[in-house]
């Protein structure tokens, strides 16, 4: 009775919306762009998120076909923006570092086109769901929210990791420089004090009558 419900359900849960998910390496003064064509009435959400690099900010930047600015932010970390579309066409939207001279950033974004379908044909009917029914639509929500809580978790993971690696760096490059400066140090001393025991030869000059 399980696997035949599992069964059921399986092609069920993974009716998603159309959406782009991307992870991407953006370099110092360089701006990245992608395109999406989007009918009118459309209910769309870009989220995005720095995972590395620098102060972990970025420019974004989102347009309408006609060139009007829907969404314009400076040096994020991460937001989100939801918006319905006014207009069939290509929205774009941009992924900015022109303001970094030396720092690459990567950045994951994640841009959802359209509501959610409904599990089945007959879901909107005035008539209640069946038990099975419901339970389908109550696994596909659950789903949905441990997909976006991985997402969000591996995120975290990523910047989290980057930031070990960073601060690691760093300790190396102080604990090796230490090293050399109490070197320097150690040999300096060990001169100074040789000089103070050494013996001074003296010269003695005879002066002749």
Sequence with gaps: MLAWFLLLCAPLMFGWIRASELTFELPDNAKQCFYEDITIGTK???EFQVVTGGHYDVDCR???PDGTVLY??????YDSFTFTASRNGTFKFCFSNEFSTFTHKTVYFDFQVGDDPPLFPNENRVTALTQMESACVSIHEALKSVIDYQTHFRLR???????AEDLNTRVAFWSIGEAFILLVVSIS????????FSD???TTTRVGS
């Design 62 to 64: 989102l347009e309408d």
């Design 72 to 77: 314009k932010e400076m040096k994020k970390q």
């Design 157 to 163: 993971e990523a910047q989290g990791r980057s930031r």
């Design 200 to 202: 001074k030869k003296t």
């Design 44 to 46: 769309c959400t870009l």
């Design 189 to 196: 001393q060990v001169l100074l004090l040789r000089s103070f």
